[in-house]
Structures are given as structure tokens and as C-alpha cells.
């Protein structure tokens, strides 16, 4: 699998196995290279082709200041076996130690700006791709017409499809790529431009596709003229990156800060809001990684494996054929038993996706759940068969069903790194558990939770209507229908009326495919 991140915000940090590759393609590097390491970057030695024989003024700034954690990963590095602790002074060691993990953690809370300034892998140097010469910053690059051309211009293009071609042809067989894009502005262009190149050049690879953004492309405060640009940008980005890949999946709230009484997250911080995107995106995919061992895989800790193509076909490829997602999270997931059961956990489960409607019934839904670290009651971890068998008899007593239902399930919980931010409530503990009564502080992070159970899910359910339907309604309010307040906008973009009037067809099918007896309509019809 090929996992290809696009924007300015990184949604998580790679995880590298044999199977699995990592692409970004990022914004704004911060304190990292665009060679992909956070230091030893040698400086290129000056051309020995001399053109210019008049003065030369050099005007170089300042370097970003590394932060504690980034510092300490740096002291990390320069260690040598003979600086290493030794035993006697082992305990003060780990005192100080854990002091320092405060100052980090609190350093990081009031300093990040950029994701470097909390990633702590070291790249591949094809890794990450570096839009560079558009002399503009990523608030400026805020709407799909702004990125158009991007790709094609000089060698971009040919430069990524090759970094891209480098890592396929590393594999020895391809599930399929997850893609993450911020679809908010510019990178919507950009990425739907390579996802072409991919279907072109991949036919027979699938692409899970995420289209991503955070609170902050929320603006409440902006103009008429701003307020029309949003929604052509979101209804253009959608039926763009929407059809160059197999399944497609929103995701970004205006707020989390409501989405769970166990977390504490402020939506000013993209810090915060990555951090419980990454963790969902990252639990999604752990059943890619799974080994297929056959019957014998409970025993290995994981049950339930299946690859990309497998996910593909049984949310897009059953009757209905709906390709547009909902992705449900519990973070942390409850236990199973116990006092500290408040509800199942489906009933846990909150949407990440925006504007999809509440307390649908849907018969026809289908979806894929994987869970995994779940605890039995306290902080003991349950088995894979008792988090089966909980979910199948929550099922059985739920009047809510779905059509078909796939669960994955895995022994291992979510593990809660040193830069993960303080996020969690006063009534979440060590290993996730919910506790009875509340610990000093206010918030917690990877110094006091340490891992946690995690449940999310993926689902075809006509509750992503109002999501679809949005985008159409604007598409046709101010692009397509005579008059419009957007077209001269749309022209800029180079989009003409028929290529609006087939996207609008595009949406139309999509909520046909949810629901037949929907009243659309086109002027072709």
C-alpha cells in the first residue's frame, strides 16, 4: 500500500513496514529539510559556473529555533556509548527525564506551528515533494483556481509521478494508495492533477481517498464574494478528486471540541485537531497491515485482515455502488464491561465527517469497524474473541441494523508518543480506561496516558446525503444556472459550462445511487 499526503497540515506520522509506503507531499516544511532530515543538512557547495561578474548582495534569514523536542531528539542522536547513563546513576536519570518530558509537552503545547515541529521520523529523501516559486504563503493559496496549472508547470508533475514511481516499484505487490488531501483550498487542484496521472498510469490500482481539512477552513466572518469562492471551492475540489479514485472519504469538523466528554481539544490548535485525525486515519488502516494468517490470526492478536481493494469493494461495491464514506471514530473506545461502561461501542462512536444527518435509518447501510486495545473493564485488556462477541450481541439488541457489517479487531491499543499533545481529560487513565473520579489537572497528555483503546469506522449510509446535496445546490446556485453570481469566478478557473453541467450530472448520480426517489434534476434532463 502507498499512503500520499497532500497539504499543508500533516495528518500523522508514517508508520514503515514491508508492505506499506509513505509519500508526503507537504505546504510548508517548518524546521525540516526538503531532503527529508531534520538535520545533517550539508550545504550545497556554491556553482563553479561563474555568469555574473557585477556585485553580489547575499541575504540569508535566520534559522527556526528547535523547540525542546526536537532538541532532545537531536541529543538523542549525538550519544555515544560512552555518554550513555550507567547504573548507579540510572534512577535520577529517569527523575529527570520525566521532568523534561513535562517541559516538552508543555513547550509544544504553546509553540507548534508547523508539523515538523513535533514529528520525530526521519524521512526518506524522495519522501517529500516541495512546491516551490509560487511566492505565496498556504493562506494565500486558499481556493481550487489558485492551484490549477501547478502541476503541469516546469517538471513538477514529472518530478513527483517519478518520486511516486520510485516507492511502487519498490513493492512487491500493491494494495492500493491511500490518498489524504486538504481539499480546502489550492492542494485540491494540485492533487486531483497527480490523481490523474495515477489512474492513467496505475488502471489497475485502487485509491482510498481522504479528503481532509481542519477547523480554521471554517471562516465565519468573510464576505459575499469570499463566501461563494468556499463553495464553489468545495463543490469543484469534491467532484474533481472524486473521480479519480475508488472510494472517498470526508473528513474535518468546524469543532471538536464537543466531540467527546473525555477530550479536551482546542480547535485554534491544528496540533490538537491532527492529532485525533491522524489517530482515526492511522486505526482505519491497521487492517492493511495485518498479516492474513487464516484461522490462526486470534491467536496472533489480530482478526478480521483485509487489504485496501477488500475495504473498496465492500463499502462502493455492493448494490447501491456508494462511493462517498462516513468515517465514525471513539476515541478513547469504552470498555466493554465494568462500571465504567457509559455505552457501547457503537453507540461511542462520533462522526469526523461534516455535515452528514443524525439518526438515520438506513437498512442498506454497510460498513467496516475495526477496534483494537479494547479494554475489558479497569485497564485490563479484553481478548479478541470477548470484543467479537460484544459486538455482535451489541448488534443483535440494537433496532438499528446494518445490511452487512465487517470487524476487525487487534489486541494492541493506540500508543500515546511523548509529542502527541495534551488532549485528554482529567477522567482518562493510564491505559485509556475511563476512571471513576477525576485526577488533578485538567488535561492529560503522553506523560500521564499512555496507550488507548481506539473503535472507528467507515460506512455507507444515505446520512452522507446533506453533504452531497450541498455541493450540488451550490454547483447549480452559483456556477451553473443562468446568471450566476460565480461563473465569471469559475471562467477564471478554466471551467466552462459543460464541463459544470457534467459535474453536476456527476452529484446527481450520487445521490440517485443513495436514493432513488431523490428529486434531482438537470438541464439536460
Given at each position: 500500500?502507498?499512503?500520499?499526503?497532500?497539504?499543508?497540515?500533516?495528518?500523522?506520522?508514517?508508520?514503515?513496514?514491508?508492505?506499506?509506503?509513505?509519500?508526503?507531499?507537504?505546504g510548508?516544511?517548518?524546521?525540516?529539510?526538503?531532503?527529508?532530515?531534520?538535520?545533517?543538512?550539508?550545504?550545497?557547495?556554491?556553482?563553479?559556473?561563474?555568469?555574473?561578474?557585477?556585485?553580489?548582495?547575499?541575504?540569508?534569514?535566520?534559522?527556526?529555533?528547535?523547540n525542546?523536542?526536537?532538541?532532545?531528539?537531536?541529543?538523542?542522536?549525538?550519544?555515544?556509548?560512552?555518554?550513555?547513563?550507567?547504573?548507579?546513576?540510572?534512577?535520577?536519570?529517569?527523575?529527570?527525564?520525566?521532568?523534561?518530558?513535562?517541559?516538552?509537552?508543555?513547550?509544544?503545547?504553546?509553540?507548534?506551528?508547523?508539523?515538523?515541529?513535533?514529528?520525530?521520523?526521519?524521512?526518506?529523501?524522495?519522501?517529500?515533494?516541495?512546491?516551490?516559486?509560487?511566492?505565496?504563503?498556504?493562506?494565500?493559496?486558499?481556493?481550487?483556481?489558485?492551484g490549477?496549472?501547478?502541476?503541469?508547470?516546469?517538471?513538477?508533475?514529472?518530478?513527483?509521478?517519478?518520486?511516486?514511481?520510485?516507492?511502487?516499484?519498490?513493492?512487491?505487490?500493491?494494495?492500493?494508495?491511500?490518498?489524504?488531501?486538504?481539499?480546502?483550498?489550492?492542494?485540491?487542484?494540485?492533487?486531483?492533477?497527480?490523481?490523474?496521472?495515477?489512474?492513467?498510469?496505475?488502471?489497475?490500482?485502487?485509491?482510498?481517498?481522504?479528503?481532509?481539512?481542519?477547523?480554521?477552513?471554517?471562516?465565519?466572518?468573510?464576505?459575499?464574494?469570499?463566501?461563494?469562492?468556499?463553495?464553489?471551492?468545495?463543490a469543484?475540489?469534491?467532484?474533481?478528486?472524486?473521480?479519480?479514485?475508488?472510494?472517498?472519504?470526508?473528513?474535518?469538523?468546524?469543532?471538536?471540541?464537543?466531540?467527546?466528554?473525555?477530550?479536551?481539544?482546542?480547535?485554534?490548535?491544528?496540533?490538537?485537531?491532527?492529532?485525533?485525525?491522524?489517530?482515526?486515519?492511522?486505526?482505519?488502516?491497521?487492517?492493511?497491515?495485518?498479516?492474513?494468517?487464516?484461522?490462526?490470526?486470534?491467536?496472533?492478536?489480530?482478526?478480521?485482515?483485509?487489504?485496501?481493494?477488500?475495504?473498496?469493494?465492500?463499502?462502493?461495491?455492493?448494490?447501491?455502488?456508494?462511493?462517498?464514506?462516513?468515517?465514525?471514530?471513539?476515541?478513547?473506545?469504552?470498555?466493554?464491561?465494568?462500571?465504567?461502561?457509559?455505552?457501547?461501542?457503537?453507540?461511542?462512536?462520533?462522526?469526523?465527517?461534516?455535515?452528514?444527518?443524525?439518526?438515520?435509518?438506513?437498512?442498506?447501510?454497510?460498513?467496516?469497524?475495526?477496534?483494537?486495545g479494547?479494554?475489558?473493564?479497569?485497564?485490563?485488556?479484553?481478548?479478541?474473541?470477548?470484543?467479537?462477541?460484544?459486538?455482535?450481541?451489541?448488534?443483535?439488541?440494537?433496532?438499528?441494523?446494518?445490511?452487512?457489517?465487517?470487524?476487525?479487531?487487534?489486541?494492541?491499543?493506540?500508543?500515546?508518543?511523548?509529542?502527541?499533545?495534551?488532549?485528554?481529560g482529567?477522567?482518562?487513565?493510564?491505559?485509556?480506561?475511563?476512571?471513576?473520579?477525576?485526577?488533578?489537572?485538567?488535561?492529560?497528555?503522553?506523560?500521564?496516558?499512555?496507550?488507548i483503546?481506539?473503535?472507528?469506522?467507515?460506512?455507507s449510509?444515505?446520512?452522507?446525503?446533506?453533504?452531497?446535496e450541498?455541493?450540488?445546490?451550490?454547483?447549480?446556485?452559483?456556477?451553473?444556472?443562468?446568471?450566476?453570481?460565480?461563473?465569471?469566478?469559475?471562467?477564471?478557473?478554466?471551467?466552462?459550462?459543460?464541463?459544470?453541467?457534467?459535474?453536476?450530472?456527476?452529484?446527481?448520480?450520487?445521490?440517485?445511487?443513495?436514493?432513488?426517489?431523490?428529486?434531482?434534476?438537470s438541464?439536460?434532463?
Amino acid at each position: 500500500m502507498c499512503s500520499i499526503v497532500f497539504g499543508e497540515t500533516a495528518q500523522g506520522l508514517p508508520t514503515y513496514t514491508p508492505r506499506l509506503v509513505s509519500i508526503d507531499f507537504q505546504g510548508s516544511l517548518g524546521s525540516l529539510s526538503s531532503c527529508g532530515s531534520l538535520y545533517n543538512e550539508v550545504p550545497s557547495d556554491p556553482s563553479p559556473v561563474v555568469t555574473w561578474t557585477g556585485s553580489v548582495s547575499r541575504h540569508v534569514s535566520e534559522p527556526r529555533k528547535k523547540n525542546l523536542f526536537l532538541q532532545s531528539l537531536y541529543e538523542e542522536e549525538q550519544e555515544t556509548p560512552s555518554t550513555l547513563r550507567n547504573d548507579i546513576k540510572e534512577k535520577n536519570d529517569e527523575r529527570q527525564s520525566e521532568m523534561q518530558d513535562k517541559d516538552i509537552v508543555e513547550c509544544l503545547e504553546n509553540s507548534v506551528q508547523f508539523w515538523t515541529d513535533y514529528s520525530k521520523v526521519h524521512y526518506h529523501p524522495r519522501s517529500l515533494y516541495e512546491l516551490n516559486g509560487l511566492w505565496m504563503d498556504v493562506q494565500e493559496f486558499d481556493n481550487y483556481g489558485i492551484g490549477r496549472n501547478v502541476f503541469s508547470e516546469g517538471l513538477r508533475g514529472e518530478e513527483m509521478n517519478e518520486q511516486l514511481r520510485f516507492f511502487m516499484e519498490e513493492c512487491d505487490h500493491i494494495q492500493g494508495i491511500q490518498f489524504i488531501v486538504d481539499d480546502s483550498g489550492g492542494f485540491s487542484s494540485v492533487a486531483s492533477d497527480f490523481l490523474e496521472n495515477i489512474a492513467d498510469e496505475y488502471t489497475r490500482t485502487p485509491v482510498l481517498l481522504y479528503a481532509a481539512r481542519g477547523p480554521g477552513s471554517y471562516l465565519n466572518n468573510i464576505s459575499r464574494k469570499e463566501s461563494i469562492s468556499r463553495a464553489l471551492n468545495d463543490a469543484i475540489s469534491f467532484s474533481r478528486l472524486s473521480s479519480f479514485c475508488k472510494l472517498i472519504v470526508p473528513v474535518g469538523l468546524p469543532s471538536l471540541s464537543q466531540m467527546s466528554n473525555f477530550l479536551c481539544i482546542e480547535d485554534s490548535k491544528p496540533y490538537h485537531c491532527s492529532a485525533v485525525y491522524a489517530a482515526a486515519l492511522h486505526s482505519m488502516s491497521l487492517p492493511f497491515r495485518m498479516q492474513q494468517l487464516g484461522t490462526s490470526e486470534i491467536l496472533d492478536g489480530v482478526s478480521g485482515a483485509v487489504d485496501v481493494n477488500g475495504v473498496i469493494q465492500m463499502l462502493a461495491g455492493q448494490a447501491r455502488e456508494n462511493m462517498v464514506t462516513i468515517l465514525d471514530a471513539a476515541m478513547p473506545a469504552p470498555s466493554l464491561t465494568g462500571e465504567q461502561k457509559k455505552q457501547s461501542l457503537q453507540e461511542s462512536l462520533h462522526s469526523l465527517t461534516p455535515e452528514v444527518a443524525e439518526d438515520v435509518e438506513d437498512m442498506q447501510a454497510v460498513e467496516h469497524l475495526t477496534i483494537h486495545g479494547a479494554l475489558r473493564s479497569g485497564a485490563n485488556r479484553a481478548t479478541i474473541s470477548e470484543v467479537q462477541d460484544s459486538f455482535y450481541a451489541a448488534y443483535q439488541n440494537s433496532s438499528t441494523g446494518s445490511k452487512f457489517s465487517h470487524l476487525s479487531v487487534a489486541h494492541c491499543p493506540l500508543p500515546i508518543p511523548l509529542p502527541f499533545p495534551s488532549i485528554f481529560g482529567n477522567l482518562v487513565g493510564q491505559h485509556g480506561e475511563f476512571l471513576g473520579s477525576p485526577v488533578c489537572g485538567s488535561k492529560r497528555g503522553s506523560v500521564d496516558v499512555h496507550s488507548i483503546p481506539m473503535a472507528v469506522r467507515l460506512r455507507s449510509s444515505t446520512a452522507i446525503l446533506p453533504y452531497i446535496e450541498k455541493r450540488l445546490v451550490n454547483l447549480r446556485r452559483f456556477g451553473i444556472d443562468r446568471g450566476t453570481a460565480g461563473s465569471e469566478l469559475l471562467r477564471s478557473w478554466g471551467f466552462g459550462k459543460d464541463e459544470l453541467e457534467d459535474m453536476g450530472e456527476g452529484y446527481s448520480k450520487m445521490i440517485m445511487a443513495l436514493d432513488p426517489h431523490a428529486p434531482v434534476s438537470s438541464d439536460s434532463e
